[in-house]
């Protein structure tokens, strides 16, 4: 038999060497891996140090586009003085009784001021371009109408409200010559916003406003008590909207220029009901009409008349189906009775039938 001494010194130095591996590549894993996260922590700080740079630049630069607005705005504000110094020699102070010192203060209590940035001041009244006539205040240090102030025009209409260099913009109110009220929000000299106009009629506008015109939602009101709910457009009834009037009549549907145009339904005061197309505020195109009684006209229309083809129901069942004209039956045409479950066909004219198209001339 063989010693086993040497075999097993062969085996533990194999076993030694094995652990001597492993540790190393345990090693080489941690070495690794330490530079890995080294790298992770070195590409944090380079990139904190990067956003520390561009932030400090950003930071400069909206320094510096601050500073450019602020430049502009001032050379904007020097150029609109420059350019309205022309007019100064317009700018006379005059002495006139046509505003008085207790309107414009009563005016002054009641109006909201502008709170922007301009100092404002008040000066003596003024006479402006075109002859009208301005108390109120300015823009210190600048030649321009600026905070609240009252202006008479030469035909005799008034503004009394905000302005902003010059022109009427803001909250105000115009007194027209005839008497007739505009009151709301301006811009640029003209009606913007939402605002309330009445007139010497006792009408009213309520609404949205677009360059001195009713453009949006609003409502308009008449003395008699009819009223208007709905959309406008370049001052008109444009748009969807509903339509009561002083006798209990109403129509809900399309407007086009003031006019009840398109798909509407009109709920007259008698119950009867109109459902269909419109055109210049007469039923026009296909459309149905009931009658509270049960009656029904299901068919095509014209200038208000049943015109063209339709069906026509009465009140026992019986149907009429056929040609209309202004409002009657014309032409050809036949008639269901529901209680002998037959057609019968014939001519009309006028609404009347003139002949039977059968043998059977009999109802």
Same mark, same amino acid.
């Given at each position: 038999?063989?010693?086993?001494?040497?075999?097993?010194?062969?085996?533990?130095?194999? =076993?030694?060497?094995?652990?001597?591996?492993? #540790?190393?590549?345990?090693?080489?894993?941690?070495?690794?891996?330490?530079?890995?996260?080294? %790298?992770?922590?070195?590409?944090?700080?380079?990139?904190?140090?990067?956003?520390?740079?561009?932030?400090?630049?950003?930071?400069?630069? &909206? !320094?510096? *586009?601050?500073?450019?607005? !602020?430049?502009? &705005?001032?050379?904007? #504000?020097?150029?609109?003085?420059?350019?309205?110094?022309?007019?100064?020699?317009?700018?006379?102070?005059?002495?006139?009784?046509?505003?008085?010192?207790?309107?414009?203060? !009563?005016?002054?209590?009641?109006?909201?001021?502008?709170?922007?940035?301009?100092?404002?001041?008040?000066?003596?009244?003024?006479?402006?371009?075109?002859?009208?006539?301005?108390?109120?205040?300015?823009? $210190?240090?600048?030649?321009?109408?600026?905070?609240?102030? =009252?202006?008479?025009?030469?035909?005799?209409?008034?503004?009394?409200?905000?302005?902003?260099?010059?022109?009427?913009?803001?909250?105000?109110?115009?007194?027209?010559?005839?008497?007739?009220?505009?009151?709301?929000?301006?811009?640029? @000299?003209?009606? %913007?916003?939402?605002?309330?106009?009445?007139?010497? @009629?006792?009408?009213?506008?309520?609404?949205?406003?677009?360059?001195?015109? &009713?453009?949006?939602?609003?409502?308009?009101?008449?003395?008699?008590?009819?009223?208007? *709910?709905?959309?406008? $457009?370049?001052?008109?009834?444009?748009?969807?909207?509903?339509?009561?009037?002083? /006798?209990?009549?109403?129509?809900?549907?399309?407007? *086009?220029?003031?006019?009840?145009?398109?798909?509407?339904?009109?709920?007259?005061? @008698?119950?009867?009901?109109?459902?269909?197309?419109?055109?210049?505020?007469?039923? @026009?195109?296909?459309?149905?009409?009931?009658?509270?009684?049960?009656?029904?006209?299901?068919?095509?229309?014209?200038?208000?008349?049943?015109?063209?083809?339709?069906?026509?129901?009465? *009140?026992?069942?019986?149907?009429?189906?056929?040609?209309?004209?202004?409002?009657? &039956?014309?032409?050809?045409?036949?008639?269901?009775?529901?209680?002998?479950?037959?057609?019968?066909?014939?001519?009309?004219?006028?609404?009347?039938?003139?002949?039977?198209?059968? %043998? /059977?001339?009999?109802?």
């Amino acid at each position: 038999m063989g010693c086993s001494c040497k075999k097993n010194l062969n085996n533990e130095e194999e =076993i030694k060497f094995d652990k001597e591996n492993e #540790l190393n590549e345990a090693s080489k894993l941690v070495d690794k891996e330490n530079t890995y996260y080294k %790298n992770i922590s070195n590409n944090i700080i380079n990139n904190n140090n990067q956003n520390i740079s561009l932030w400090k630049k950003s930071k400069t630069l &909206q !320094n510096t *586009v601050s500073k450019d607005e !602020n430049i502009n &705005q001032m050379n904007h #504000l020097f150029t609109f003085e420059k350019e309205n110094s022309k007019n100064t020699n317009e700018y006379k102070e005059i002495d006139t009784n046509k505003i008085t010192s207790e309107e414009l203060n !009563n005016f002054l209590s009641s109006c909201e001021p502008l709170n922007d940035l301009f100092e404002i001041e008040i000066r003596p009244t003024t006479l402006c371009e075109n002859n009208s006539i301005y108390y109120g205040e300015w823009a $210190k240090n600048y030649n321009f109408r600026h905070g609240r102030g =009252i202006q008479i025009y030469t035909n005799g209409a008034k503004y009394l409200g905000q302005w902003k260099r010059n022109h009427a913009s803001g909250k105000g109110k115009l007194i027209h010559p005839n008497g007739e009220i505009y009151e709301g929000e301006w811009e640029m @000299d003209k009606p %913007n916003g939402h605002g309330e106009y009445k007139r010497k @009629d006792g009408s009213k506008y309520i609404g949205q406003w677009k360059d001195d015109k &009713q453009e949006g939602k609003g409502e308009e009101i008449w003395m008699d008590g009819s009223k208007f *709910v709905g959309e406008f $457009k370049n001052g008109k009834k444009n748009g969807v909207g509903t339509f009561t009037s002083s /006798d209990g009549n109403r129509y809900e549907g399309n407007f *086009v220029n003031n006019n009840m145009e398109g798909y509407g339904e009109y709920y007259f005061n @008698d119950k009867k009901v109109y459902k269909g197309n419109w055109k210049k505020n007469k039923m @026009d195109g296909e459309g149905v009409l009931i009658w509270p009684d049960g009656r029904k006209y299901e068919g095509t229309f014209k200038k208000g008349k049943k015109d063209g083809y339709g069906i026509f129901y009465t *009140v026992e069942g019986n149907k009429f189906r056929g040609n209309w004209k202004e409002g009657k &039956q014309s032409g050809d045409g036949e008639i269901y009775y529901v209680k002998k479950d037959k057609w019968k066909k014939g001519v009309w004219e006028n609404g009347q039938r003139i002949k039977w198209q059968t %043998n /059977d001339d009999k109802d």
